[in-house]
T-cell receptor
Framework: AQSVAQPEDQVNVAEGNPLTVKCTYSVSGNPYLFWYVQYPNRGLQFLLKYITGDNLVKGSYGFEAEFNKSQTSFHLKKPSALVSDSALYFCAVRGNAGNMLTFGGGTRLMVKP | DGGITQSPKYLFRKEGQNVTLSCEQNLNHDAMYWYRQDPGQGLRLIYYSQIVNDFQKGDIAEGYSVSREKKESFPLTVTSAQKNPTAFYLC??????????????FGPGTRLTVL
C-alpha cells in the first residue's frame, strides 16, 4: 500500500524568509509525486509534480520541490515566503499504473508579516 | 479551479434525505474523481470513473452513488445510508486516469452540512 506523511500540521515562517514543507512517501515502484495548495473554502490547485529526471522540480508561484530517493522525501520549498502563500498544502503520491493518488494529511503554512 | 465546476457551493440536508452534487468539466478529460475532505484530514477517494459508463469504488464508497452518462459530467449522490455526510466534497478530473503521471485538476468544492 502506498502512503504519504506530512509530519508538520503547521509551519510558521516570517515573510521574506525561506520556507520548507516536508513530505515523505512510501510506494511500490517508481514514485510520481505531486504538490497541491488549497485556500480557504476552495478546491486544490496544482503546484508541481515529479515524474522523472532532475530531482529539483520548479512549479507555480515560485515554489520548487526536491525529490530525494534515498530519503523517500519530496519537500516543498520557496526561497522567500509571501503572506499570500499562507494556505493548506497537500503532498500526494501515485505508484504503479492503475493506482490512485494518495494524499497526505496536509500542512498549514502561516506566513507572518 | 480551471474548467471544472461544482454546484451548489453550499448544501444543507436534513437527515434521511438523498442529495446530489453536480460536477461538470469542459477539459475533455476522460477520468473524473470524487473526494471527501474532513477537517484535519487529507482527501479520501469516494468514486472514480476512467471512461463514460464505467466507474469504480474508492476507499470510502459506502453510502454514496455515482453515474457517468456523459464525458463531461460525474454527479455524486449522498444517500441516507451515509452516516456522517457533513464534509467538503471535491471533484477532480484528469486526462487519462490510467496514466500514473497524469495530473488531477480540482473543482471549487461543495460544502455539505446535515442539519
Amino acid at each position: 500500500a502506498q502512503s504519504v506523511a506530512q509530519p508538520e500540521d503547521q509551519v510558521n515562517v516570517a515573510e521574506g524568509n525561506p520556507l520548507t514543507v516536508k513530505c515523505t512517501y512510501s510506494v511500490s515502484g517508481n514514485p510520481y509525486l505531486f504538490w497541491y495548495v488549497q485556500y480557504p473554502n476552495r478546491g486544490l490547485q496544482f503546484l508541481l509534480k515529479y515524474i522523472t529526471g532532475d530531482n529539483l522540480v520548479k512549479g507555480s508561484y515560485g515554489f520548487e520541490a526536491e525529490f530525494n530517493k534515498s530519503q523517500t522525501s519530496f519537500h516543498l520549498k520557496k526561497p522567500s515566503a509571501l503572506v499570500s502563500d499562507s494556505a493548506l498544502y497537500f503532498c500526494a503520491v501515485r505508484g504503479n499504473a492503475g493506482n490512485m493518488l494518495t494524499f497526505g494529511g496536509g500542512t498549514r503554512l502561516m506566513v507572518k508579516p | 479551479d480551471g474548467g471544472i465546476t461544482q454546484s451548489p457551493k453550499y448544501l444543507f440536508r436534513k437527515e434521511g434525505q438523498n442529495v446530489t452534487l453536480s460536477c461538470e468539466q469542459n477539459l475533455n478529460h476522460d477520468a473524473m474523481y470524487w473526494y471527501r475532505q474532513d477537517p484535519g484530514q487529507g482527501l479520501r477517494l469516494i468514486y472514480y470513473s476512467q471512461i463514460v459508463n464505467d466507474f469504480q469504488k474508492g476507499d470510502i464508497a459506502e453510502g454514496y452513488s455515482v453515474s457517468r452518462e456523459k464525458k463531461e459530467s460525474f454527479p455524486l449522490t449522498v444517500t441516507s445510508a451515509q452516516k456522517n455526510p457533513t464534509a467538503f466534497y471535491l471533484c477532480a478530473s484528469s486526462m487519462k486516469g490510467i496514466d500514473s503521471t497524469d495530473t488531477q485538476y480540482f473543482g471549487p468544492g461543495t460544502r455539505l452540512t446535515v442539519l
